[in-house]
């Protein structure tokens, strides 16, 4: 069989495991390497040094599997409708609101890996996520997935930026698609103006140390009290940018196999800050929740019923002042005074 039949059905193969996004990216340099250098070398990446650390490793594929020849990039789509908060209550990013995509797409991965092996018997291939040091975003724009947009989000034409991108690096030499060589974004601008922390110091840049889904997942310090307040009653991630995206307008109506939990669309933010490491383990250690771990989630929590400002989260809020974990107690301080402030404000 040729190498162009052999792409026929391995994508066939990747579509029936949910893979509605397709492409072939020659394994060479990543386009975008000399820039994301640039922006290392800028500190936008705050706290994640795990990015500087490995830099080198991300300038070419081969870091990841020393034999390959095709980048075979994926993308998966999961739901999108935007959460109804309820009192007290905190939103989750849309992808979080399920399994840990990491597990979810290494077993499909892995399957698609063994599928090729039995057509291809002695083809080296690995199947990653944004866990490994692959420049991931380069490789699907040259796989003819999508542009980058002014919010540094892949979008596809077709059906928008509610996707995870996952690659199956492969020593076979298959046929690459076209790159997507241009930009649908125009003149917009509804991602950068509507962001609340301003993270976008210039369209394509994005600064993480202000980024909601930075500060609620990655960082473990105490968030910048000027931007305590603009988080909202974002719990876990942020999902501004790509709500207010034209690209997006149609986001939801794509059938996607992926296993949300409707529930998980908000928290109550009472309810988590109240948490034993028991209950946390037990609720959200199969999700992307377990990672900011449960001072951090407890953290969010604290900040989010701050920014709601309902008097019934005192009690928690005293309880959590005096928690042993620093910055919790921090969080639920200026949580207290921001409710009191405004319950003053409102009977003056």
């Not at 830099?55 to 594929?61: D, F, G, S, T």
């Not at 301003?198 to 931007?227: H, M």
């Not at 701050?306 to 910055?327: K, M, S, V, W, Y």
């Amino acid at each position: 069989m040729d190498d162009a039949s052999l792409k026929q059905d391995l994508k066939a193969e990747a579509e029936r495991l949910g893979f509605f996004r397709f492409g072939v990216a020659p394994a060479t340099d990543a386009d975008g390497f000399a820039r994301f250098e640039v922006w290392l070398d800028a500190g936008y990446h705050g706290a994640m040094g795990y990015l500087d650390k490995h830099r080198a490793a991300r300038r070419h594929p081969a870091a990841v599997l020393p034999a390959v020849r095709s980048v075979v990039m994926l993308g998966f789509d999961y739901p999108a409708e935007p959460p109804v908060a309820g009192p007290n209550h905190g939103r989750v990013a849309a992808y979080a609101r399920g399994p840990d995509y990491h597990e979810f797409l290494w077993e499909k991965l892995n399957t698609l890996s063994a599928w090729l092996r039995k057509r291809v018997p002695d083809a080296q291939s690995r199947g990653v996520t944004d866990s490994a040091p692959l420049l991931e975003r380069d490789f699907a724009r040259r796989a003819g997935l999508g542009w980058f947009g002014k919010n540094t989000m892949l979008i596809d034409k077709r059906r928008g930026s509610f996707f995870l991108l996952a690659a199956l690096l492969t020593s076979v030499d298959l046929p690459a698609d076209a790159p997507h060589a241009a930009s649908h974004c125009g003149t917009c601008t509804a991602c950068l103006d509507a962001c609340p922390t301003q993270a976008f110091p210039a369209p394509g840049t994005l600064d993480a140390r202000k980024c909601i889904s930075y500060l609620t997942i990655e960082t473990k310090a105490a968030f910048p009290l000027e931007l305590r307040g603009k988080v909202g009653d974002w719990l876990f991630g942020c999902d501004v940018c790509q709500d207010v995206c034209p690209w997006n307008r149609n986001a939801g109506e794509w059938a996607t196999a992926f296993p949300a939990e409707p529930t998980f669309a908000s928290l109550d933010a009472i309810a988590v800050l109240e948490l034993s490491e028991d209950e946390f383990r037990r609720r959200f250690r199969p999700t992307p929740l377990a990672r900011p771990k449960r001072n951090g989630l407890r953290r969010n929590a604290a900040i989010v019923l701050g920014n709601t400002g309902d008097a019934r989260a005192l009690p928690a809020l005293e309880c959590a002042a005096n928690d042993p974990d620093p910055t919790v107690r921090d969080a639920a301080e200026w949580a207290k005074f921001q409710i009191r402030n405004r319950s003053t404000q409102v009977l003056s």
